[in-house]
């Protein structure tokens, strides 16, 4: 099957979707923008970020990933760049590199199949230990 017509066929499927279940769809397209949007002002007002810029490519990069996935790729690596950002007042381009990295990464265990792998190995509660401590740490930030 070529790119185009994987392509086209998702679209199809989206569009059915969409026709289907609009509400599924509006409130899985909204489902981030509560952690997303307040973590991406606080980045901008303390100059970690371009907002302008973020804006723009985030919206893009949801699209296009969209478009070849089928569905838009959660942020949550990002989400945990911010808070530590946040946390710990990084600079602009500690923030880009991070970013930049953790793409890296994550594209490499997609390709590869490692992403799957890593699932199987590291437990729920692992994962959600990691979530609690960037949490706390950005609520320690706060006071």
């Known amino acids: 099957m070529t790119l185009l017509s994987s392509l086209r066929r998702r679209h199809a499927h989206n569009l059915s979707t969409l026709r ?6 509006l409130s ?6 509560g952690t997303l949007l ?3 002002l606080a980045l901008a007002q303390q100059g970690s970020i371009s907002l302008s810029s973020t ?5 893009l990069f949801n699209v296009l990933t969209g478009c070849i996935f089928g569905i838009p790729l959660p942020v949550q690596p990002m989400k945990a ?5 946040i946390a ?3 600079e602009g381009d500690e923030v880009l590199a991070a970013g930049g990295w953790t793409a890296v990464v994550v594209g490499v265990l997609a390709v590869t ?8 190995m590291v437990p729920v509660p692992v994962v ?4 609690m401590g960037a949490g706390l740490q950005l609520l320690g930030s706060s006071t």
Request: glycine share 20%; aromatic share 8%; proline share 5%.
């Open 28 to 33: 899985g397209a909204l489902g981030d923008l």
């Open 128 to 131: 959600r230990g990691i979530q």
């Open 55 to 59: 804006l723009v490519f985030s919206g």
């Open 20 to 25: 289907h279940n609009p509400w599924s769809e």
């Open 113 to 120: 199949g490692g992403m799957r792998w890593l699932g199987r």
């Open 81 to 85: 760049i911010a808070a530590e950002a």
């Open 38 to 40: 307040p973590l991406m």
């Open 88 to 90: 710990r007042g990084r």
